[in-house]
C-alpha cells in the first residue's frame, strides 16, 4: 500500500516517503489501540483535512501533539464547552498559532458552539472562526490571537499572574484556576520566551504548565537540528520544574501533568515527538495530498474528509461537558458570595462607581495650583489618584520603575508566592512586560499599565501590535518621549517612535502638553475599553498652559488652546513638551503683527474621529505649523499641502535638553522666523 503518491505538481519529484513521515507513522502506531488514541487520531485527521481544503496551513503541530493534548483536554483541563467565558475556567493558550487546526479540531469536538464542521471545511477563509492562526475574537474559546512565536507563551505568563493576583484579592473560591500552553521550538527559541519564563520563575506561577512539541527543533526545510540548547535546563535555571516525556505515550503525558498539578514551580513538559514531515511544501501551504492520504491510511482512518465517527465524537463532547458540574459549583459558590459585585465588575471591565472622584479632584488641584511639572511626574500624580479608586488598575515597569514614576505608595510589590501587591518589577524585559500586559488583559479582572522609555517600544513592538489587533484594554507609560532626555542622546532620544506608534491601527496615542492634560489623558485612557492606550510622557518639566479643569479637552483629541488675537493668519500645532513652545512663538508672532492661534493636539486617533467641521474650525483655514521634537513623518494629515514642519530630520544628540532645542532650530525664534518668511516672503 503506497503511502505516499504524486498527485500535484507543486509535489516534489517522486521519492520514498521520508523517513520522518515513517517515523511518525510508526511512534503513533506503536500506542496502544485504545479509544484516547482514536480520539488523538480524530484530531490529526480533521488537521489533515482542513490543510488539505484550504490548499495551505500546517498540520504539524496537530499530528506531533494531538496525543498531549488529548490527554490535556480529556483529564486536566478544566473547562465547560457550554459556557467558555466561564471566568474560573482553566486558560488554554496553543503559542504554536501556526498549528492552529489543532485548536480548531479540540473547540469542534468537544462541542464548541460556534465552530462547526463547516467551519473547518472553511479553514482559512474568510469570516471563518477557523482562521489561519487563533485570532481572539473569532471564537469565544481562543483565549489568544497567537502565531508570531513566542508571544502565546508569553501571554500566558500574564495570564497566570493576573490569576494568582486575584486570587489573592478575592480567595480561592472565586479565582482558582490553571494555564496550559501547547508550544513549540519557535516559542521555545524567541528571545521573547526567556523573559517570560524568568518572569514566571521568579514569581512561582505555579499553576502554568507548558507542553512543548520537542520534534528535534527543526527549521522548516532540513534536516539537521539548528539549535542545541538544552531548553530543560534552561527553564530549570529560570526556575521552572522540568520533565521531558515521550509525547506520544498517553499514560507518560499524563502522569507529566499530574506531578504539573503539584508542582511549586511553573513547570515545563518536553513531550519528544516526531514531527511529520521535513518537507517545506507542507509549510508553504502546497497541502500534500498523497502525504495526506498516506498518513490516514496508515492511522487507519478510512473514513470521509472531515468526519469522525458517532462514537468517538461522543467521548470528545462528553469531554468538552467534564467540567459542567466544577463550574455548576463556582456558579454557586459566586451568587452568594459577599465580594460577587465587585468581581463581576472587574470581570466585564466596568469602572467602580466612584472612579472619578480621584482624577476630578487632581484635575481641579491643577486648573488652580498650576504647577509646573515634568509629564512623568504629573503622570503619577494622576496614576495616584486612579489607583486610589480602581484596585484593578495594576502594573509595573520595565527597569525603571522609578524614572516613568508608575510606581506609586501604597500598590506594594507582587513577590514570589506573594501576589497581593498591584506593582509588578518586570526588571529590564520590555518585550516580556508587554506580552504579560497583554496575557493579564486577555484574562479579565484587572487594567494593566506599564511603563518604560517611549525609545524603547522597538523592544515590545511585537507585542504591541498584538494587543492592538486584540484590541485590549491596557495602558503603556512611555516616558523620556524625545530630545528632552538630554543628555543620555540620541540612542536614549526617541525619533521616529511617536510616528511609528501612530501607524498602528486601534492605539491611541497621548502626549500631553501639560499637568492637566497629562491627568486628562490618564482619565481617558482609564475610560478606554476598545484598545490600548499609550501615555507619552516628557521628563523634562512642563508649565502649566491651562487653567479651565471643567471639560476634559483632549477628550477631543485635539482644540484651540489659545486663539489668534485678531483674525487668524497662521495656525501652530503642536504636542507635548512643544506646545510651551508654541505659545512663545505666537507671543512673538503677535508682537510682530501676526495673529497666530496655538492648536494641543494630544491624540492624533481622538481628533481623526471628530466631524469635519470641528476640525477645520480647530486647524483653520490658514497655513499651519506643526511642531513636534520628533519625525515629521505623517503630519503632512493635519498640515496639508501648505504646512510647514518645526521637527527632527535624523537622531538627536547628547547635550542638555535646553541646548539641544536650541541646536535642532526647535525654538520659538526659529518658528517666528519661518512663519514671516513664509507670511511674508520679501
Ligand atoms: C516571530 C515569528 N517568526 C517567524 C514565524 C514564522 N514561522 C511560523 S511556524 C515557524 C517554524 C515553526 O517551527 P517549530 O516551532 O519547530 O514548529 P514545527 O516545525 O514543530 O511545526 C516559523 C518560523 C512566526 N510565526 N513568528
Not at 482562521?131 to 505568563?157: D, F, K, M, R
Not at 521573547?192 to 512561582?204: I, K, M, N, T, W
Not at 530543560?232 to 521552572?240: D, E, S, T, V
Amino acid at each position: 500500500m503506497p503511502i505516499h503518491r504524486e498527485t500535484d505538481t507543486l509535489a516534489p519529484a517522486a521519492h520514498a516517503p521520508d523517513t520522518l513521515t515513517l517515523a511518525l507513522q510508526a511512534a503513533i502506531l506503536a500506542r496502544p489501540a485504545t479509544a484516547e488514541r482514536r480520539m488523538a487520531d480524530a484530531l490529526r485527521a480533521l488537521a489533515i483535512d482542513a490543510v488539505e481544503a484550504a490548499g495551505s496551513g500546517d498540520a504539524r503541530v496537530p499530528m506531533g501533539m494531538a496525543d498531549a493534548a488529548t490527554a490535556l483536554w480529556t483529564r486536566f483541563l478544566r473547562y465547560d464547552a457550554a459556557d467558555p467565558a466561564w471566568p474560573d475556567r482553566d486558560r488554554f493558550v496553543l503559542s504554536a498559532g501556526h498549528g492552529s487546526m489543532l485548536l480548531y479540531a479540540l473547540l469542534y469536538l468537544t462541542g464548541h458552539a460556534g465552530m462547526e464542521r463547516s467551519d473547518l471545511q472553511r479553514f482559512r477563509q474568510l469570516d471563518s472562526p477557523a482562521a489561519g492562526h487563533p485570532e481572539y475574537e473569532a471564537h469565544p474559546a481562543i483565549e489568544a490571537t497567537t502565531g508570531p512565536s513566542g508571544q502565546g507563551l508569553a501571554n500566558a505568563v500574564g495570564m497566570a499572574l493576573a490569576e494568582r493576583m486575584l486570587a489573592a484579592r478575592f480567595g480561592r473560591s472565586l479565582v482558582d484556576h490553571r494555564t496550559w500552553v501547547i508550544a513549540s521550538d519557535g516559542d521555545l527559541v524567541q528571545g521573547l520566551s526567556q523573559e517570560a519564563a524568568e518572569l514566571a520563575g521568579h514569581l512561582r506561577l505555579e499553576k502554568l504548565t507548558v507542553l512543548w512539541d520537542d520534534n528535534s527543533r527543526m527549521t522548516v526545510g532540513s534536516t539537521e537540528p539548528a539549535g542545541s540548547a538544552d531548553m530543560l535546563k534552561r527553564f530549570a535555571a529560570a526556575g521552572w520544574a522540568t520533565k521531558r516525556v515521550d509525547g506520544h505515550d498517553p499514560v507518560a503525558i499524563a502522569s507529566a501533568l499530574s506531578l504539573a498539578l503539584r508542582s511549586k514551580k511553573p513547570t515545563l513538559i518536553a513531550c519528544r515527538t516526531v514531527i511529520g514531515s521535513a518537507s517545506p511544501r507542507r509549510d508553504a501551504g502546497a497541502g500534500e495530498r498523497a502525504e495526506a492520504e498516506a498518513t490516514k491510511l496508515a492511522l487507519d482512518w478510512p473514513y470521509e474528509p472531515f468526519t469522525v465517527p458517532r462514537d468517538l465524537h461522543g467521548r470528545w463532547l462528553q469531554a468538552g461537558s467534564r467540567g459542567a458540574s466544577a463550574r455548576r459549583g463556582w456558579l454557586k459558590r459566586v451568587a452568594k458570595h459577599p465580594l460577587r459585585a465587585e468581581f463581576e465588575r472587574v470581570m466585564a471591565g466596568k469602572l467602580p462607581d466612584m472612579w472619578h472622584e480621584g482624577i476630578a479632584a487632581l484635575r481641579a488641584e491643577l486648573a488652580e495650583t498650576r504647577p509646573t511639572l515634568a509629564g512623568r511626574e504629573a503622570g503619577h500624580a494622576a496614576l495616584r489618584a486612579l489607583a486610589a479608586c480602581m484596585p484593578e488598575l495594576v502594573g509595573g515597569s520595565a527597569d525603571a520603575g522609578c524614572s516613568t514614576r508608575t510606581q506609586t505608595g501604597g500598590m506594594g510589590l507582587v513577590a514570589p508566592g506573594a501576589y497581593a501587591g498591584r506593582h509588578i518589577d518586570f526588571d529590564v524585559r520590555e518585550h516580556g512586560m508587554a506580552a504579560c500586559l497583554n496575557g493579564m488583559a486577555l484574562h479579565g479582572g484587572l487594567l494593566p499599565y506599564g511603563g518604560s522609555f517611549l525609545a524603547f517600544t522597538d523592544y515590545m513592538r511585537p507585542a504591541l501590535r498584538l494587543g492592538a489587533m486584540m484590541q485590549l484594554r491596557l495602558i503603556h507609560v512611555l516616558t523620556h518621549d524625545g530630545i528632552g532626555v538630554g543628555e543620555d542622546g540620541p540612542t536614549h532620544q526617541p525619533v521616529e517612535q511617536l510616528a511609528s506608534l501612530r501607524a498602528l491601527p486601534g492605539v491611541h496615542v497621548f502626549r500631553p502638553a501639560d499637568a492637566l492634560e497629562t491627568a486628562e489623558c490618564w482619565e481617558l485612557a482609564v475610560r478606554r475599553a476598545d484598545g490600548p492606550s499609550l501615555l507619552v510622557l516628557s521628563c523634562q518639566p512642563l508649565p502649566a498652559l491651562r487653567q479651565d479643569a471643567a471639560e476634559n479637552r483632549c477628550a477631543r483629541g485635539g482644540y484651540v488652546l489659545l486663539e489668534a488675537d485678531g483674525p487668524r493668519r497662521v495656525t501652530l500645532i503642536a504636542t507635548g513638551s512643544e506646545v510651551q513652545i508654541a505659545v512663545e512663538a505666537r507671543r512673538l508672532l503677535g508682537e510682530g503683527g501676526i495673529a497666530a492661534a496655538v492648536v494641543s493636539l494630544p491624540c492624533w486617533e481622538l481628533f481623526a474621529q471628530q466631524d469635519e467641521g470641528y476640525r477645520l474650525d480647530v486647524l483653520g483655514a490658514v497655513p499651519r505649523v506643526g511642531i513636534e521634537a520628533a519625525s515629521g513623518f505623517g503630519w503632512e494629515r493635519w498640515l496639508g499641502d501648505s504646512g510647514m514642519f518645526i521637527g527632527m530630520t535624523g537622531f538627536g544628540a547628547s547635550a542638555p535638553y535646553q541646548d539641544l532645542y536650541r541646536h535642532f532650530g526647535i525654538t520659538p525664534e526659529a518658528i517666528t522666523i519661518a512663519v514671516k518668511r513664509r507670511l511674508q516672503p520679501n
